[in-house]
């Protein structure tokens, strides 16, 4: 069991507010901007979504960004792609990071303020997603690097918009827009930027004024499918993902 106060200020990368009612918003950031993903990111995200999964006093949970976006740019750095103990570290916190998601048992809001061009998994674990007409998803860094997109947006992307668009989404780096992605399923509603807060503090404290055991048990009944697909597919995925690192690898030290 952990208490706010004793994580409140333990996430470089997270600001943590909560509300009397129990509303936790939680705002990735970079030095107060638009989160910069790393590696160092990548280890810290782990451990936070298990802080709030593990806080009782949470009652719903608000995940937002900083900035212009959501999360769509990514530093190589404290990564390790290309050697076996490197890339264990990034297979073992990209399994974590989903189960983690998926422990957060309360109802999860993904308020997105810009552009998802990354980890767009994470928002797909949510129960409502909220998007601004500034936002849109793409999975850009895997084809970029050369590897294969194997961390979740394998699995949840055709889940969620059907099975070709999912494919073709992840195979042509689509850009999907905020109204697109609505009539496609992935997004509840798009709201103007300077009421995305505001309506996602609404939709929250209703939820919070339900029985604590019933929103509780409905995020738990309603996550089901997602945690077995996440919990099939997630280490073969990731596997893949590493093997296609080592032979980008192999490459550059040929070509180097």
Not at 129 to 153: C, E, N, R, W, Y
Not at 160 to 178: C, W
Request: aromatic letters at 8%; hydrophobic letters at 40%; a negative charge.
């Amino acid at each position: 069991m952990t208490r706010f106060t004793a994580y409140r200020d333990s996430f470089p990368n997270a600001h943590l507010t909560r509300s009397d009612s129990g509303v936790l918003e939680v705002a990735l950031h970079t030095d107060g901007g638009t989160l910069v993903f790393n590696g160092h990111t990548h280890e810290q995200i782990v451990d936070l979504f298990h802080a709030i999964g593990s806080d009782p006093d949470n009652r719903v949970v608000i995940l937002t960004g900083s900035g212009e976006a959501f999360m769509e740019s990514i530093s190589p750095e404290g990564f390790d792609f290309f050697t076996p103990q490197g890339y264990d570290k990034i297979y073992r916190e990209g399994k974590k990071v989903l189960m983690n998601i998926l422990d957060i048992e309360v109802p999860l809001i993904a308020a997105l303020n810009g552009p998802v061009r990354l980890h767009s998994e994470y928002v797909l674990l949510a129960d409502i997603v909220l998007a601004t007409p500034s936002t849109v998803f793409q999975d850009k860094p895997h084809f970029d690097f050369g590897i294969v997109p194997g961390d979740g947006v394998n699995l949840l992307w055709p889940e969620v918009i059907g099975s070709i668009r999912g494919r073709y989404f992840i195979l042509t780096r689509q850009e999907l827009d905020a109204e697109t992605a609505k009539e496609w399923g992935a997004v509840n509603e798009v709201v103007p930027a300077d009421k995305l807060l505001v309506r996602a503090h609404e939709i929250a404290e209703g939820l919070a004024k339900l029985p604590p055991l019933t929103s509780r048990y409905t995020r738990i009944a309603l996550t089901q499918k997602l945690r077995r697909i996440v919990d099939e597919g997630i280490g073969y995925g990731l596997a893949l993902e590493g093997i296609s690192a080592a032979e980008v690898a192999r490459s550059m030290t040929a070509n180097g």
